[in-house]
C-alpha cells in the first residue's frame, strides 16, 4: 500500500473556503455566531499545529517526562473543561467529578496500553494519541451528564422539595435522575457505534488507512478503542453521579439543594 500523501500549504489552505458555506447559511438564518466560528476555527488552528510540533519533539526524543507532562496536561484540560461548563454544583462535587475523571481515565489507558495493544506505557507514539481518545470522551460523557443531571434537579426542586417534605429519602428521589443522566451521556457513544462500518469510517481508522496500515488491523484497534471509550465514559459518568449525588444532602437526609 502506497503512503501518506503530504499536504502542501496550498492545499490544506484549500479547505478553510468550506468556512464561507457555512458562514453563508450562518447569514442566512440569521445565526449572530460569525465571531465564534471565526475564533473557534482559528483557535483550533493554533492549537493542533502547537500539538502536532510539541509531539513531533516527543516522537524524536521520547523519555517518560514528557509523556507524563502531556498526560497531566491533558487530564488537567479535560476537569478544567468539565467543571467550567457545570459550575453550579458544589465544592465536594466538583471533586468528586475530577477524581473520577483522572482514576477512571488512568484505569482504562493502562489496560489498553499493557494488556490490549501490549506496550510500554511511556511509549508516546501509542500512549499520548490513545490517551487523547479516552479522556476526550471521557470528558464529553461526564460533561453532559453532570450537565443534565444538574439541571433536571433545578428544574424539578418544587417537585423534590415536595417529596422530602412527605418523607422520601433524598436517595430514592434522587436515584431516577441520575439513572437518566448517565443514560443521556452514554447515548452519543452508543448511537456512534451502532453506524460505524456501514455510515462512517471512524477517524482512528480512517487515519491509519491513510497511512498505510492494513484495513483488517484498522478494525482491530478501531473496534478495541471503541469499546475502551465506551468503558470509560461509563465508568466515568457513573463515579462522577452516582458519588455526587451524595453531596446533595447531608447525614440528617436533609437536602442541600
Request: glycine share 8%; hydrophobic share 50%; proline share 4%.
Amino acid at each position: 500500500m502506497n503512503g501518506i500523501i503530504v499536504l502542501n500549504l496550498w492545499q490544506f489552505g484549500a479547505v478553510y473556503l468550506l468556512l464561507l458555506i457555512v458562514l453563508g447559511i450562518m447569514k442566512k438564518c440569521h445565526i449572530d455566531q460569525t465571531k465564534l466560528l471565526m475564533i473557534a476555527s482559528l483557535r483550533m488552528t493554533l492549537q493542533l499545529v502547537l500539538a502536532g510540533l510539541i509531539l513531533t519533539y516527543i516522537f524524536k526524543n521520547p523519555h517518560p517526562i514528557f509523556v507524563i507532562l502531556y498526560l497531566t496536561s491533558m487530564m488537567g484540560m479535560a476537569i478544567h473543561t468539565v467543571l467550567s461548563r457545570n459550575k453550579g454544583i458544589n465544592k465536594r462535587f466538583k471533586v468528586i467529578v475530577s477524581t473520577s475523571l483522572v482514576l477512571t481515565g488512568l484505569t482504562i489507558i493502562l489496560f489498553f496500553i499493557l494488556g490490549v495493544v501490549g506496550v510500554s506505557f511511556f511509549n508516546p507514539q501509542y500512549t499520548i494519541p490513545i490517551s487523547g481518545m479516552i479522556v476526550g470522551n471521557a470528558m464529553t460523557g461526564v460533561s453532559l451528564g453532570v450537565k443534565t443531571f444538574h439541571e433536571t434537579i433545578q428544574s424539578q426542586k418544587s417537585k423534590i422539595d415536595t417529596l422530602i417534605n412527605i418523607g422520601a429519602s433524598p436517595k430514592n428521589i434522587l436515584i431516577p435522575y441520575v439513572n437518566k443522566s448517565l443514560e443521556t451521556a452514554l447515548l452519543p457513544t452508543l448511537n456512534s457505534m451502532l453506524g460505524m462500518g456501514i455510515i462512517s469510517l471512524p477517524g482512528m481508522m480512517t487515519g491509519q488507512i491513510l497511512s498505510g496500515t492494513l484495513p483488517t488491523t484498522a478494525i482491530l484497534y478501531q473496534i478495541a478503542i471503541m469499546i475502551a471509550i465506551t468503558a470509560v465514559t461509563c465508568l466515568a459518568v457513573f463515579c462522577s453521579l452516582y458519588f455526587g449525588y451524595r453531596t446533595l444532602y447531608n447525614s440528617k437526609n436533609q437536602m442541600l439543594l
